[in-house]
């Protein structure tokens, strides 16, 4: 059983730039998660997708978007970078449903985000 | 408003001492999910356990055991005789699906010493 990956491990970016980060799923999950955890702080839900679309939010601004493919893979895009994103960016996959994910989630290592 | 209150910031207890971790919730869900992930050194989150709000029994998995009180929207996790190996963070997490959204939420962590 492969588990969740993400892609890259480190990424340094100027502020106002973009950025993807990239996740793919633990076999048999069809739901994704985003989350955002700074330094010394618990995740926050950026979003999640199921089945290709997004069935739950955040408290991010729309420059954070993102995009689940058919074999349920997913992307993370964040637009016009700002110093305060310099963060890790999880990304979790998990059984789920339209109402959202009632079964445990499975975390990937992480891409660590700095913005200079 | 959803929220999840992990009051206890650092723990240290030495190696076969009993902890407590607490965690307390708030919702205005019937029907939500509660989780305890745990985030060693190495960095990635490990799923723990899942309740659901209509599951209040009590469960013992080993040294692990789980406390489930609807009364009190409290979801607090023990473990029996402590190890070197436990230290790490804790958080409690709650899933619900709120003003036709879906949210996840994580607590803010507790970091678990456990000295040799």
């Known amino acids: 059983e492969t588990g969740v990956t993400q892609s890259p491990t480190h990424l340094i970016k100027t502020r106002g730039q973009q950025v993807t980060l990239r996740c793919s799923s633990q076999s048999g999950h069809n739901t994704v998660s985003w989350y955002q955890q700074a330094l010394g702080q618990g995740p926050q839900f950026i979003f999640q997708?199921?089945?290709?679309?997004?069935?739950g939010r955040g408290n991010f601004p729309p420059r954070f978007s993102g995009l689940q493919f058919p074999n349920y893979s997913s992307e993370l895009n964040v637009n016009a970078l700002e110093l305060d994103d310099s963060a890790l960016y999880l990304c979790?996959?998990?059984?789920?449903?339209?109402?959202?994910?009632?079964?445990?989630?499975?975390f990937g290592p992480g891409t660590r985000l700095t913005v200079t | 408003a959803q929220k999840v209150t992990q009051a206890q910031t650092e723990i240290s207890v030495v190696e076969k001492e009993d902890v407590t971790l607490d965690c307390v919730y708030e919702t205005r869900d019937t029907t939500y999910y509660l989780f305890w992930y745990k985030q060693p050194p190495s960095g990635e989150l490990v799923f723990l356990i899942r309740?659901?709000?209509?599951?209040?029994q009590n469960e013992i998995s080993g040294r692990y055991s789980w406390n489930f009180q609807k009364s009190t929207s409290s979801f607090n996790f023990t473990i029996t005789a402590s190890q070197v190996v436990d230290s790490a963070v804790y958080f409690c997490a709650l899933s619900d699906f709120n003003s036709g959204t879906y949210k996840y939420i994580f607590g803010t962590g507790t970091r678990l010493k456990v000295l040799a």
């Open positions: 979790a996959s998990s059984l789920g449903s339209h109402r959202g994910a009632r079964y445990e989630q499975y």
């Open positions: 997708y199921y089945r290709e679309e997004e069935n």
């Open positions: 309740r659901n709000s209509f599951d209040e």
